[in-house]
């Protein structure tokens, strides 16, 4: 089924400088906070502006966001807007510059993990030690980045977005070949490991097997975090699909998480 015409944007609008908020002292908060790269404490204060805001204006914030290039505070527009019972698909499934980077997995694939792992933070570290964008392992950052020749840096992982997500990627790949493009697979092994997606086909059977029911697979899944990451990966696909302007494959969305629709494109 198609997706409604207005279902990503919002059509024309005023631009969003003759928004309410403009002359808002906690808009001018914010914008100081971020140009003294205190970020977090900037989407604080976006986040609170929002919730005073009509529907109109929440889509000239994000206008706002868009052009200062804030993709992970537009996430968390999106996901405060969430929380208060509203739906604005565009900061909730923003846009972010790695989709633009080559890969041979598909960026929507690329801006769903990172999306999920690191809401688009480039500087996150999570308490396990994964780290930025992408939220790579140290160990794991150094095989890939030994392998497409990249001198590895613990410190680059942390600080620059471009070189976390050319690492991040190249596992994407990696995974994309072992597990021929399967989403379900691909999502089990970024977030818990290849030997885990490994046993759990050993112990449940293969997901993308006709005799396998995908959705009780994923159900099945013994961890909690990955049953849902599985979800919330996979549900995100088609979205970012539309929000690339790509054309959406006229299938189900449990044949989509049977396929091989992540499969490796030819460099």
């Known amino acids: 089924m198609p997706m409604p015409s207005d279902f990503l944007t919002w059509g024309e609008l005023p631009d969003w400088r003759d928004a309410s908020f403009v002359n808002s002292s906690v808009l001018h908060a914010a914008i100081l906070l971020f140009s003294a790269n205190q970020n977090p404490l900037g989407e ?55 989709a633009r980077m080559p890969a041979r997995v598909p960026s929507e694939l690329v801006l769903a993990i990172a999306r999920r792992e690191s809401e688009f933070d480039p500087n996150v570290i999570s308490p396990v030690g994964a ?19 990249l001198r590895y840096s613990q410190k680059r992982l942390e600080t620059d977005w ?3 997500a050319r690492i991040g990627i190249t596992y ?25 997606a490994d046993r759990w086909i050993e112990l449940m059977g293969d997901p993308r097997k006709s005799e396998v029911d995908v959705i009780d697979w994923i159900e099945m899944a013994p961890f909690q975090e990955t049953r849902n990451y599985i979800m919330r990966v ?33 460099p």
Do not use: C, W
Request: hydrophobic share 40%; proline share 6%; glycine share 6%.
């Open 44 to 98: 604080r204060f976006i986040t609170h502006l929002s919730e005073t805001l009509g529907t109109d204006d929440v889509h000239k914030l994000n206008d706002f966001l868009e052009e200062l290039r804030k993709p992970h505070v537009l996430v968390m527009l999106g996901k405060r807007q969430a929380s208060m019972g509203k739906t604005f698909v565009r900061p909730y499934y923003a846009l972010h510059p790695v």
């Open 131 to 149: 780290r930025g964008l992408m939220q790579v392992m140290p160990k794991t950052a150094k095989e890939m980045a030994d392998r497409v020749g």
């Open 162 to 164: 471009a070189y976390n």
């Open 172 to 196: 994407l790949e990696e995974l994309a070949e072992r597990y021929a493009g399967n989403p379900v697979l691909m999502s089990v092994a970024y977030n818990a490991g290849p030997s885990r």
């Open 234 to 266: 996979t549900e995100s696909l088609p979205i970012y699909q539309a929000r690339l302007g790509k054309a959406i494959a006229p299938k189900s969305f449990e044949a989509m998480l049977k396929g091989s629709s992540l499969s490796l494109r030819t």
